[in-house]
């Protein structure tokens, strides 16, 4: 999810984890015995910690491994030795694995792997176990500050200048892990990219896939700022499902919700005018995950000088635009990279995560639902797989979060 970099977060630099981190000699043992022998601290006082790898694209299920490394008592000046509390498990972590993610990451063998592989996982929160910065302590929480750190592991050693400390009070984990992706990126998209006067109150603003994580975001931070919104959804098995969708996103402020079809329907066009009434420039912004047919009905329902943002493209299909309405109507198309904006202004990051999370203390945003997928030191590498591909497969309840329990 950013510029390709080098493996800083997979290990550090290459000679802070040649010295730091060594390959398991737990893979020499059986199965069995790597059970029964289960000890958090190695020799020494070596941490023991796996990390799900893939040395070669393709399916989850079929690239990813379980490999087992342990990490020296000894950290490097200004390091932090991490235990991961919860990773989340985002569209874009997949897309990586599969080779189809429009950055692609620097395989290594930093972690002692028989091929040089990569760390997946882009978000996620950690606590300190020891550290050797001046600026954390065993106890503290804290997230990735760029991407590609590799977040799908028990433990990690990085840099202190490589994470942000979050005030651990008030939040769960969960809450912490799922901060830095979907919210940020409904906060920049909805105040960095309306052309000429920023988004005001009464302003109106139009998204797709308005049930995703960013969506919901969307929705709720739409709400405090008092922008009104109109929601896209795909329609459910059934029309009570829909209706129970509708209901929940109405919930959280969304001013109308719709299904597909209705948003596409011959009589939208006289609902919008009722609804926008008022508003002499219309729908100002537009959010736009799918693509195809759907990015088409959005740009039609902007008013001029509008600005549809694209930071998704679920339908695989590509966003084609009627030339009239650039003519005409003075259109903007911009996409949105949550990874170059997160990579660049580390420091608007951290901004934006403190604002949010103050927002979840405060009981004013709710974070987004979740499947949680326990991860315990016995978990297999099947299983852990198995749980990424099947967030590829039709309805789900929530996001994927793997949650660490005894690692």
Not at 117 to 129: A, C, D, Q, R, T
Not at 192 to 201: A, I, L, N
Not at 235 to 262: C, F, I, Q
Not at 319 to 333: H, S, W, Y
Request: proline share 6%.
């Amino acid at each position: 999810m950013a510029g390709i970099r080098p493996l800083r977060a997979q290990g550090l630099a290459k000679t802070l984890v040649g010295s730091s981190i060594r390959p398991s000699t737990a893979a020499k043992l059986s199965p069995a015995a790597q059970i029964q022998v289960r000890c958090k601290s190695g020799p020494y006082g070596y941490t023991q910690a796996k990390a799900l790898v893939f040395s070669e694209y393709g399916e989850p299920k079929d690239v990813l491994k379980l490999h087992t490394h342990s990490i020296s008592p000894t950290l490097p000046p200004s390091s932090v030795l991490l235990r991961t509390l919860a990773a989340p498990i985002n569209p874009a972590d997949v897309n990586t694995i599969q080779g189809t993610y429009g950055a692609k990451p620097s395989f290594s063998s930093l972690l002692g792997t028989s091929a040089p592989s990569v760390i997946p996982g882009n978000e996620g929160v950690f606590e300190v176990l020891s550290s050797s910065a001046a600026t954390l302590a065993k106890g503290d929480w804290v997230i990735p500050k760029r991407t590609q750190f590799g977040t799908w592991r028990t433990h990690a050693l990085a840099g202190a200048d490589d994470v942000i400390k979050i005030e651990r009070k008030g939040l769960s984990a969960l809450q912490a892990a799922t901060v830095a992706v979907n919210p940020c990126s409904a906060y920049r998209m909805l105040r960095d990219y309306v052309h000429g006067p920023k988004m005001r109150e009464g302003d109106w603003l139009v998204q797709n896939g308005a049930n995703s994580g960013v969506g919901r975001a969307a929705i709720q931070l739409a709400r405090l700022w008092g922008y009104r919104s109109i929601n896209v959804v795909r329609a459910r098995p059934t029309p009570r499902d829909t209706d129970a969708l509708k209901h929940e996103l109405r919930a959280l402020g969304a001013t109308h919700v719709l299904t597909d079809d209705e948003f596409q329907a011959r009589d939208f066009r006289d609902r919008l005018a009722e609804w926008t009434r008022g508003a002499p420039e219309g729908v100002r912004l537009g959010l736009n995950c799918v693509g195809g047919k759907s990015a088409q009905a959005i740009a039609k329902t902007l008013g001029p000088g509008a600005t549809m943002v694209t930071y998704g493209g679920m339908a695989r299909q590509p966003v084609a635009l009627p030339t009239g309405l650039l003519i005409f109507k003075d259109l903007r198309f911009v996409g949105f990279w949550l990874s170059r904006w997160a990579d660049r202004d580390p420091a608007s990051k951290e901004q934006t995560v403190a604002e949010i999370l103050g927002l979840v203390r405060e009981g004013r945003f709710v974070d987004v639902p979740v499947v949680e997928v326990p991860w315990g030191w016995e978990s297999g590498a099947e299983a852990l797989a198995g749980e990424v591909q099947g967030t590829l497969e039709g309805y789900r309840a929530g996001k994927g979060v793997f949650v660490f329990g005894d690692t």
